[in-house]
């Protein structure tokens, strides 16, 4: 199915590729909201996802909640947590991917996690192919790189689905578009050197951080971590981006209880509202 290695060509990957391509026939970015399997339970996280998507994502990101999310900030950290002490396991959060992609097909769904939550002795060839029959159309390791992604970037090409790959400020330009080549959906740029959580402002360097990886890049740019406001987004469309990844302020946007999904909706809306790109550039 396409390359030997990376997953590009993927129907998983298609799909993500058709929703960037219809925000940008649009004149948009898209918007990639992030919601926490389980979080506050099973019900409202379903309900969470369903409003998010109503409110104007373009894709949507499950975060699969974990013991040790060492990518995640201290609202994804509470949320993941909170999940898994309501009892959220790896079959309730497929499930909830099944539900949202059932309800809503027209939107991708990416799944995030770690390494340990997807490669067994199988190489990841049976999570793949369960996340694939429950709808998913890709996936987010976050803690994987290509040079150990070969196992897991083969189960995702049996099982149709896009592997997505991230790309840190610190990592070198020639190394950006090797990874890039091997990305499949689309390519994920770390906006900062740390981990997730909302910010008051984003890099003043995001479009130098950008615009080479868009050039190098077969495959459309979001950015992510630290994004929370509608100016982060309008940033984001001025630095040249595809997308916009949106998390802990969403998760926060949920209130302390994690169930105000009116307000999650509100927020999302606004947020959509920047993807729009200026006739002024």
Do not use: K
């Amino acid at each position: 199915m396409g390359d030997a290695v990376g997953t590009r060509h993927t129907p998983g990957s298609e799909r993500i590729g058709a929703a960037f391509a219809a925000a940008r026939r649009d004149g948009r970015i898209a918007l990639i909201p992030y919601v926490v399997a389980g979080y506050p339970d099973a019900e409202g996280s379903e309900r969470a996802a369903l409003a998010a998507i109503d409110a104007g994502a373009d894709l949507l990101e499950l975060g699969l909640p974990y013991s040790d999310p060492l990518a995640d900030g201290a609202t994804l950290q509470r949320a993941s947590s909170a999940a898994l002490h309501a009892g959220a396991t790896f079959a309730s959060s497929l499930a909830l991917v099944e539900r949202v992609a059932r309800a809503r097909p027209s939107v991708p769904v990416l799944v995030m996690g770690y390494v340990n939550q997807f490669l067994g002795s199988d190489g990841g060839a049976q999570v793949a192919a369960r996340l694939a029959a429950a709808g998913a159309s890709g996936a987010i390791v976050a803690d994987l790189t290509p040079d150990e992604g070969e196992p897991m970037e083969a189960a995702c090409r049996a099982a149709g689905l896009a592997l997505v790959y991230l790309v840190a400020p610190t990592t070198p330009a020639d190394r950006a578009a090797w990874i890039a080549s091997r990305a499949g959906g689309f390519l994920y740029c770390v906006s900062l050197v740390g981990v997730t959580g909302a910010r008051n402002s984003l890099s003043g360097a995001l479009a130098g951080l950008v615009r080479p990886l868009r050039a190098a890049s077969p495959i459309p740019v979001a950015v992510g971590f630290g994004v929370s406001r509608p100016a982060h987004v309008r940033a984001i469309v001025r630095a040249g981006a595809d997308g916009a990844v949106v998390g802990s302020a969403l998760v926060d946007a949920l209130g302390p209880d994690g169930r105000d999904v009116t307000t999650l909706g509100r927020a999302v809306a606004a947020l959509r509202a920047a993807t729009v790109h200026s006739p002024h550039g």
